[in-house]
């Protein structure tokens, strides 16, 4: 299915609410938290697109790699970290978001930057849902 030809008022929305929770953000930052969410979410499409994304950004192709690992790894700024953890908790949000995951992560963001976070994660997530569940193949448009 191709979502934004079948309903494309709900596609446009949800690019407008992509548009407005990038606002303020690292771009390499955010193209991470993209990543993990979909890794997370295991969309294909989402994962195969925002990689790309992130190496036009300027991110390595080392920390790519080792994102699946973010944890283990020591490539990652506590920033960054932080990012991860809650796009991990807010994309798993059944677990629900543990008070010292998103204290963490209120201590590395300005509340604004914060609230575009938690808005870049809940996006992301819409993303991957349209896209798994449409069956929507990498590398396609």
């Keep these: 299915m191709n979502f934004g030809t079948v309903a494309p008022k ?13 606002d303020g953000l690292d771009p390499v930052l955010l ?11 295991r969309c294909a499409y989402c994962i195969d697109y925002h990689t790309g994304d992130a190496r036009k950004a300027g991110e ?8 699946s690992a973010w944890e283990e790894s020591s490539l990652y700024t506590a920033k960054e970290r932080a990012a991860l ?8 949000l059944p677990a629900g978001v543990p008070d010292s995951v998103y204290d963490e992560a ?14 870049l994660i809940f996006t992301v997530n819409a993303w991957n849902r349209m896209n798994v569940t449409t069956r929507k193949i990498p590398g396609t448009e």
């Design 106 to 119: 209120a201590r590395h963001f300005e509340e604004k930057e914060l609230a575009h976070l938690i808005a």
């Design 10 to 22: 709900v596609f446009k929305a949800v690019l407008a609410l992509d548009a407005a929770a990038r």
């Design 85 to 92: 953890a809650l796009t991990e908790a807010v994309t798993l």
């Design 31 to 41: 193209e991470l938290v993209q990543i993990r969410a979909s890794q997370v979410n």
């Design 60 to 67: 390595t192709e080392e920390r790519i790699y080792q994102l």
